[in-house]
């Protein structure tokens, strides 16, 4: 592998509702990592006990970790985007969108940018190289097949996993489009953020980088070819949810490097078996939670429609 000068940059936008996942998504990252990472975390806000578990995660892997404290709604304000909508209460999934050019202003030409819910499952060997590469933007791209978004684009991005050259998006106004797209659109698009980076970059330069770098999918076959698992949707830390292979992983390498961050002798490859067995026995189980949760949102997508029905006839 081609190794770079400098480490690879990671960079993460949060609040403290999500910031207890960080270091757990870092150890992941460390854990996987063949070269000396450096990790950009801006957050809103974050709790004093989270703060010193990312710290704590940092110092374990002699890693870096640079904290900074990001006000993305006075960001937001400042241009003049006092209305932009939230996204389920938060603003910070702009933050990826000012983060960039904040991040190139200080001397930093690529970085990877991660939503908080993913997990390393494997090498980043393969990903560096793509980092190495990286001469404008990459992601897992594409037209979604009956997609009502009227902002879909040819080379639509999900923007939970993004690998950015930096120089690139600068040069090319990344963050002025963006928030052009977000003053004429931000009252009409679903996707906001991801909508306005898709928008805002031209299509023949959007390189993707395939499904195995966010992989959204839970089949136990997806799981094995993915580099980094995606938790979009249901949140595996919602134990009573639909259950699937992806969140069986999840609970094992959360077991994992939590006794591995704490000095245990633990193995990869014993714990795989395990959970592997665990997975196997509590099938039945699962079966019967993952229909009780169908049949439940079957009900309550029927009682929504006849409400709207009702409200119709008013």
């Given at each position: 592998?081609?190794?770079?000068?400098?480490p690879y940059n990671?960079?993460?936008?949060?609040?403290?509702?999500?910031?207890?996942?960080?270091?757990?998504?870092?150890?992941?990252?460390?854990?996987?990592?063949?070269?000396?990472?450096?990790?950009?975390?801006?957050?809103?806000?974050?709790?004093?006990?989270?703060?010193?578990?990312?710290?704590?995660?940092a110092q374990f892997?002699?890693?870096?970790?640079?904290?900074?404290?990001?006000?993305?709604?006075?960001?937001?304000?400042?241009?003049?985007?006092?209305?932009?909508?939230?996204?389920?209460?938060?603003?910070?999934?702009?933050?990826?969108?000012?983060?960039?050019?904040?991040?190139?202003?200080?001397?930093?030409?690529?970085?990877?940018?991660?939503?908080?819910?993913?997990?390393?499952?494997?090498?980043?060997?393969?990903?560096?190289?793509?980092?190495?590469?990286?001469?404008?933007?990459?992601?897992?791209?594409?037209?979604?097949?009956?997609?009502?978004?009227?902002?879909?684009?040819?080379?639509?991005?999900?923007?939970?996993?993004?690998?950015?050259?930096?120089?690139?998006?600068?040069?090319?106004?990344?963050?002025?489009?963006?928030?052009?797209?977000?003053?004429?659109?931000?009252?009409?698009?679903?996707?906001?953020?991801?909508?306005?980076?898709?928008?805002?970059?031209?299509?023949?330069?959007?390189?993707?980088?395939?499904?195995?770098?966010?992989?959204?999918?839970?089949?136990?076959?997806?799981?094995?070819?993915?580099?980094?698992?995606?938790?979009?949707?249901?949140?595996?830390?919602?134990?009573?949810?639909?259950?699937?292979?992806?969140?069986?992983?999840?609970?094992?390498?959360?077991?994992?490097?939590?006794?591995?961050?704490?000095?245990?002798?633990?193995?990869?490859?014993?714990?795989?078996?395990?959970?592997?067995?665990?997975?196997?026995?509590?099938?039945?189980?699962?079966?019967?939670?993952?229909?009780?949760?169908?049949?439940?949102?079957?009900?309550?997508?029927?009682?929504?429609?006849?409400?709207?029905?009702?409200?119709?006839?008013?």
């Amino acid at each position: 592998m081609t190794m770079t000068l400098h480490p690879y940059n990671f960079m993460f936008a949060t609040n403290a509702e999500f910031g207890w996942l960080l270091p757990l998504v870092l150890a992941s990252i460390f854990d996987h990592a063949p070269a000396p990472c450096r990790v950009f975390i801006f957050y809103s806000s974050l709790y004093d006990k989270d703060q010193k578990k990312i710290m704590q995660t940092a110092q374990f892997y002699g890693q870096e970790v640079v904290l900074e404290q990001y006000d993305i709604k006075h960001v937001l304000d400042t241009y003049h985007l006092d209305e932009a909508p939230a996204w389920f209460g938060s603003f910070d999934a702009y933050t990826r969108i000012f983060a960039a050019e904040e991040l190139y202003q200080r001397g930093i030409e690529k970085c990877i940018y991660l939503d908080c819910d993913v997990l390393i499952i494997r090498s980043l060997d393969s990903l560096f190289k793509i980092y190495d590469g990286m001469n404008t933007i990459g992601g897992l791209a594409g037209r979604e097949p009956n997609s009502k978004n009227p902002f879909m684009t040819d080379n639509y991005l999900n923007s939970g996993v993004l690998v950015m050259n930096l120089k690139y998006l600068h040069d090319h106004d990344f963050t002025p489009r963006c928030v052009d797209f977000l003053q004429k659109h931000a009252a009409d698009s679903g996707y906001m953020d991801q909508d306005a980076i898709s928008n805002s970059l031209d299509q023949s330069a959007v390189v993707n980088i395939g499904a195995g770098y966010n992989m959204m999918r839970r089949s136990r076959n997806d799981v094995e070819q993915a580099v980094i698992l995606h938790y979009a949707g249901q949140k595996p830390w919602r134990f009573w949810r639909k259950w699937s292979h992806a969140k069986y992983v999840y609970y094992e390498l959360r077991l994992f490097y939590f006794l591995k961050l704490h000095g245990m002798p633990v193995s990869h490859r014993c714990f795989d078996k395990i959970f592997y067995i665990i997975e196997f026995l509590t099938t039945p189980l699962t079966y019967l939670l993952n229909s009780a949760h169908d049949l439940n949102f079957k009900r309550r997508m029927h009682r929504k429609k006849k409400r709207l029905e009702r409200m119709q006839h008013r």
